[in-house]
């Protein structure tokens, strides 16, 4: 097939007709298939089934310090726990406080008491007038209505294939309203780039203008390798103990996508005086988290090495999809000259770009042949792609025969949608 740019308006014209064939045939099936969030599939979800028989009067209620966890205490988790959580982020336990099974809420807990309290003695962010946030873009979805939420000006900021654009970010942390920034450092959300090591330490070494400026590090998919050979990424946290900087970045991970989305494990990791803060806050807020549900996830993981065995059961399962979206993506669009991709090595997402102005007609389509995709633009603040170029697929929910002719109708509607494009210009 011939780059679409290079046709003349009769071939264009021609292809068009084709495709609205090919396209009516596809509607007519009458299809319901949903991509438009990163779940795991229910093959991922039996892995963990034998986690539910952990707990149990046979093998007793007890943590490793003698402490029952039917009963109430233990403001920030088992210390197995933690020492597990510890060892996946190369920290150590006490700077981990274990919440209950959603790493957004202990964000959102953060920004909120942030913006209304203050982080370690600051004036809370609601009182200095306009504050705003950088978001490094195409980027998730949740975080920006969370800073949305509370009325926080979002920037943008361009993702290059190292992380974000830093000559970008030193300039706008001169401004003292710029309060913190987003980041997904591994296998980030929805392009799949881990930060390199020099995106890192230039993070860590920077000077904000503002004190209580705090990177929200959102290190969810630190685990979620495809293949053995995962990308790396460098800890952040010696880097900013060696600049003086260790109270600016705030961790967060958990087991949602290790073990059930519904009922994992979630973590806040910082410097001591972050903890120290955010446990103040916790006293007043929660006697403990759910303590029964972490004795679960140490008793079936055990340890470090437990985890990384399980995650290679994943990696079996998702590597297929992945690789049915990325084969479908080189057969069908390689060559046309409207679309680019990633090609992740983890997470749970691929990052299309379709030609400019033409993301919002592609999922149109897709919605109205029964296929759910992710909002387009919603990998940008406010909803808005100032190109409206970028789709996020999520390929672990579908069964992978699903996802194959998914895929066929992405493919198509892209090109569909590009076509009108050049046809109107």
Not at 61 to 77: H, I, K, P, S, T
Not at 138 to 164: K, L, S
Not at 303 to 331: N, Q, S, Y
Not at 345 to 373: I, P, Q
Request: hydrophobic share 40%; proline share 5%.
């Amino acid at each position: 097939m011939s780059r679409l740019r290079d046709m003349t308006k009769e071939q264009l014209q021609q292809r068009e007709i084709t495709l609205r064939q090919q396209y009516a045939n596809y509607k007519s099936q009458g299809l319901q298939l949903d991509m438009s969030r990163g779940k795991p599939g229910v093959q991922q979800l039996d892995l963990t089934l034998n986690m539910l028989d952990c707990v149990n009067a046979r093998d007793g209620y007890r943590a490793q310090n003698g402490l029952d966890v039917r009963n109430y205490g233990l403001l920030d988790g088992l210390p197995e726990i933690k020492q597990l959580f510890a060892d996946i982020l190369g920290l150590t336990p006490e700077q981990v406080i274990v919440g209950g099974n959603s790493s957004l809420n202990m964000m959102f807990d953060y920004i909120s008491t942030a913006y209304s309290r203050g982080v370690c003695g600051h004036t809370p962010w609601c009182q200095q007038g306009e504050v705003k946030f950088l978001c490094p873009v195409p980027g998730y979805d949740r975080h920006f209505a969370v800073t949305q939420y509370f009325g926080i000006r979002m920037i943008p900021v361009e993702m290059t294939p190292y992380g974000p654009d830093m000559d970008k970010i030193e300039q706008l942390i001169t401004d003292p309203q710029v309060k913190g920034m987003w980041c997904v450092p591994m296998y980030s959300n929805p392009d799949g780039i881990t930060y390199s090591d020099d995106t890192v330490r230039r993070l860590a070494a920077m000077k904000p203008a503002a004190p209580d400026f705090r990177i929200i590090w959102d290190n969810a998919y630190c685990l979620h390798h495809l293949t053995d050979e995962g990308d790396t990424l460098l800890n952040i946290y010696p880097e900013l103990v060696k600049n003086g900087n260790e109270d600016m970045v705030v961790e967060f991970t958990s087991t949602s996508k290790i073990s059930f989305p519904g009922s994992g494990v979630a973590v806040l990791a910082a410097s001591p005086n972050n903890v120290a803060d955010v446990k103040k806050r916790m006293t007043i807020q929660t006697i403990g988290h759910d303590k029964l549900n972490m004795l679960r996830h140490i008793r079936y993981f055990k340890d470090l090495d437990g985890i990384r065995r399980h995650m290679k059961l994943h990696a079996a399962i998702l590597l297929p999809r992945f690789r049915v979206v990325l084969d479908t993506l080189e057969a069908k669009l390689a060559n046309m000259g409207i679309a680019h991709w990633h090609h992740p090595r983890g997470g749970y997402f691929v990052s299309v770009n379709v030609m400019d102005g033409c993301a919002k007609r592609t999922v149109e389509l897709l919605r109205e042949a029964g296929v759910v995709m992710t909002a387009a633009g919603a990998t940008y603040p406010y909803g808005d792609d100032p190109r409206d170029r970028n789709i996020r697929i999520a390929p672990s929910f579908p069964a992978v025969e699903e996802l194959a002719v998914a895929m066929e109708m992405f493919c198509l509607c892209a090109e569909l949608a590009c076509v009108e494009k050049l046809l109107a210009e």
